[in-house]
């Protein structure tokens, strides 16, 4: 049998293959290209191997098949059956079978600790560095307040709730990271992370990690200019409240829940992109009311330790599927892959390059998460499944709560959905946006949004449900509350998930 790049060769007919764990390895960079240029197949990713599964058959079913274009790449009698197995099973995604991580590139490329575990040397030259950005010159683009400023106020360049989000937010960090090593003395420092898993670290707590005071009015350039940020000094909620945020938010659920997705997914569809950014959005609510705003949580320091954390946990992922590389992370996609490859959707303004630039790690991490799907786990569970499969119900099924279109762009910010039995908030999520949605180009791409909440039954059997939408600091009749029929009478979608038998 010939071998692959990605895997190991199928040397004998799998009856239930599924695309993570056998299909995907079944396209070599050669076979993807031929098939690309012969007739626009897409053999890269799952959707498109999917898509083309009856002309994939075609080409490679002898004596006529053309597809791989070589004689040592052609299939063998085992291979095409366990790929006619994939199709009669239903096209399964199946788990990604867990991978060592990738060897150490070479020349060494930076590595990131865990703040709590930095050396006091290493510590100093941390703190030398951020004090050395806060000193400079606002205006000079390399001065801590240029450098936040670019993902709320004044620039708004974030790419948020879309597919860019974690590939721009990767190489935001490295050109703040690069900042930090244009200090003198401190030409070899890294970014640490903080893991949201433990306690807010006693480093961040003390200066100059604690706060910011806003040297300029970061809203006198935005365009148009915004009032209300100038004097202005970063605000955090206190370590307990911030640990029982995590808690409440559901941030660590919604982090292994991303971490067990076999495909990437979209911010509003699933896999792991919508898991990721829901535990990055909670994540944000959790720590405070600077974090909880979208204009301005840049210059709180803690957003550097908590998005080097998001790479973290993103490189984990990666790592797991094998997906650190281009055409490894191509295999992991679904449908919309056009935001990976399209020539205009694929740029991270303002830095020059294009996603596929920071697929490949831009750093490593002195840990990564390695976790390994868990049988019956919730998030192995779906609210849909393709009919070709066998499923069951479970008498301990978990509930899926969906609240429905929810018009962001008539929300003035960040905001709240908490779902109430009897009364009593059950379970509530933070949805992380602008002030003014309306003038951000991603939310006014993708307007209207859904909020999943997943639970036992047994919080809400035989109780009586509602649904709450409140904006933090929101001064409206009735407090922080938010009519539902100003946030487009959102409809709610329950249903029991199921598991495959």
């Given at each position: 049998?010939?071998t692959?790049e990605?895997?190991?060769?199928?040397e004998?007919v799998?009856?239930?293959?599924?695309?993570?764990?056998?299909?995907r390895?079944?396209f070599?960079p050669?076979d993807?290209?031929?098939m690309a240029?012969k007739g626009?197949i897409?053999?890269g990713?799952?959707?498109?191997?999917?898509?083309?599964?009856?002309a994939?058959v075609?080409?490679?079913?002898?004596p006529n098949?053309?597809?791989?274009?070589d004689?040592e790449?052609k299939?063998?009698a085992e291979?095409?059956?366990?790929?006619?197995?994939?199709?009669?099973?239903?096209?399964?995604?199946?788990?990604?079978?867990?991978?060592?991580?990738?060897p150490a590139?070479?020349?060494p490329?930076?590595?990131?600790?865990?703040?709590?575990t930095?050396?006091?040397a290493?510590f100093?030259k941390l703190?030398?560095?951020?004090?050395g950005?806060?000193a400079?010159?606002p205006?000079d683009?390399?001065?801590?307040?240029?450098?936040?400023?670019?993902?709320?106020?004044?620039?708004?360049?974030c790419?948020?709730?879309?597919?860019?989000?974690n590939?721009?937010?990767?190489?935001?960090?490295?050109?703040?990271?690069?900042?930090?090593?244009?200090?003198?003395g401190c030409?070899?420092v890294?970014?640490?992370?903080?893991d949201?898993?433990t306690a807010?670290p006693?480093?961040?707590?003390?200066?100059p990690?604690?706060?910011?005071?806003?040297?300029a009015d970061?809203?006198?350039?935005?365009?148009?200019?915004?009032?209300?940020f100038?004097?202005?000094?970063?605000?955090?909620f206190?370590?307990a409240?911030?640990?029982?945020?995590?808690?409440e938010?559901?941030?660590?659920?919604?982090?292994?829940?991303?971490?067990?997705?076999s495909l990437?997914?979209?911010?509003?569809v699933?896999?792991?992109?919508?898991?990721?950014?829901?535990a990055h959005?909670?994540?944000?609510?959790s720590?405070?009311?600077?974090?909880?705003n979208?204009?301005?949580?840049?210059?709180?320091?803690?957003?550097w330790f908590?998005?080097?954390?998001i790479?973290?946990?993103w490189?984990?992922w990666?790592?797991?599927?094998?997906a650190?590389?281009i055409?490894g992370f191509k295999?992991?996609?679904?449908?919309?892959?056009?935001?990976?490859?399209?020539?205009?959707?694929?740029?991270?303004?303002?830095?020059?390059?294009t996603?596929?630039q920071?697929?490949?790690?831009q750093?490593?991490?002195?840990?990564l998460?390695?976790?390994?799907?868990?049988?019956?786990a919730?998030?192995?569970l779906?609210g849909?499944?393709?009919a070709a499969?066998?499923?069951?119900f479970?008498?301990?099924s978990?509930?899926?709560?969906r609240?429905?279109?929810i018009d962001r762009?008539?929300?003035?910010?960040s905001?709240?959905?908490?779902?109430?039995?009897?009364?009593?908030?059950?379970?509530?999520q933070?949805f992380?946006?602008?002030?003014e949605p309306r003038?951000?180009?991603g939310?006014?791409?993708h307007?209207?949004v859904?909020?999943?909440?997943?639970?036992?039954q047994?919080k809400?059997?035989?109780?009586?449900?509602?649904?709450?939408?409140d904006?933090?600091g929101h001064?409206g009749?009735?407090?922080?509350?938010f009519?539902l029929?100003?946030a487009g009478?959102?409809?709610?979608?329950?249903?029991?998930?199921v598991?495959?038998?």
């Amino acid at each position: 049998m010939p071998t692959t790049e990605n895997g190991p060769p199928v040397e004998q007919v799998v009856a239930a293959p599924t695309y993570m764990a056998d299909i995907r390895f079944f396209f070599r960079p050669q076979d993807v290209e031929h098939m690309a240029a012969k007739g626009g197949i897409e053999l890269g990713t799952y959707e498109g191997v999917k898509e083309n599964a009856l002309a994939i058959v075609a080409h490679t079913t002898p004596p006529n098949g053309d597809m791989p274009p070589d004689a040592e790449g052609k299939w063998s009698a085992e291979r095409l059956q366990t790929f006619r197995n994939w199709i009669i099973n239903g096209y399964p995604v199946g788990a990604a079978t867990p991978v060592e991580p990738p060897p150490a590139a070479q020349p060494p490329i930076r590595l990131r600790k865990d703040i709590t575990t930095l050396s006091d040397a290493e510590f100093d030259k941390l703190t030398a560095a951020f004090n050395g950005l806060m000193a400079r010159d606002p205006g000079d683009p390399n001065s801590y307040f240029a450098l936040a400023g670019q993902h709320g106020l004044p620039k708004k360049k974030c790419a948020h709730l879309e597919d860019r989000f974690n590939p721009w937010h990767r190489k935001y960090l490295r050109v703040f990271e690069d900042a930090l090593r244009s200090v003198p003395g401190c030409e070899e420092v890294t970014l640490p992370y903080w893991d949201i898993a433990t306690a807010l670290p006693v480093r961040l707590q003390n200066p100059p990690l604690d706060k910011y005071v806003l040297p300029a009015d970061p809203g006198a350039a935005a365009h148009p200019p915004v009032t209300g940020f100038f004097p202005y000094t970063t605000e955090r909620f206190p370590a307990a409240d911030i640990a029982r945020n995590v808690t409440e938010f559901g941030v660590l659920v919604q982090v292994t829940t991303s971490l067990n997705q076999s495909l990437w997914g979209s911010f509003n569809v699933g896999g792991y992109q919508k898991f990721s950014i829901q535990a990055h959005d909670n994540g944000h609510g959790s720590i405070g009311p600077t974090m909880g705003n979208q204009r301005v949580s840049a210059f709180d320091p803690v957003f550097w330790f908590f998005h080097c954390n998001i790479d973290r946990l993103w490189l984990s992922w990666q790592t797991r599927v094998g997906a650190t590389t281009i055409a490894g992370f191509k295999t992991t996609l679904g449908e919309g892959a056009g935001w990976f490859t399209g020539p205009l959707r694929n740029q991270l303004d303002p830095f020059g390059v294009t996603v596929d630039q920071v697929i490949e790690p831009q750093a490593s991490y002195d840990r990564l998460e390695l976790v390994s799907p868990v049988e019956g786990a919730m998030e192995n569970l779906t609210g849909n499944i393709d009919a070709a499969r066998t499923f069951a119900f479970r008498s301990d099924s978990p509930v899926s709560v969906r609240v429905k279109g929810i018009d962001r762009l008539n929300i003035p910010g960040s905001f709240i959905v908490s779902l109430l039995a009897d009364g009593e908030p059950v379970a509530k999520q933070f949805f992380f946006q602008s002030d003014e949605p309306r003038t951000c180009e991603g939310c006014v791409n993708h307007g209207l949004v859904n909020i999943d909440f997943r639970m036992s039954q047994q919080k809400l059997l035989d109780r009586t449900l509602t649904v709450r939408i409140d904006v933090p600091g929101h001064t409206g009749e009735i407090g922080t509350a938010f009519p539902l029929s100003r946030a487009g009478n959102p409809t709610i979608n329950a249903r029991l998930l199921v598991q495959e038998a």
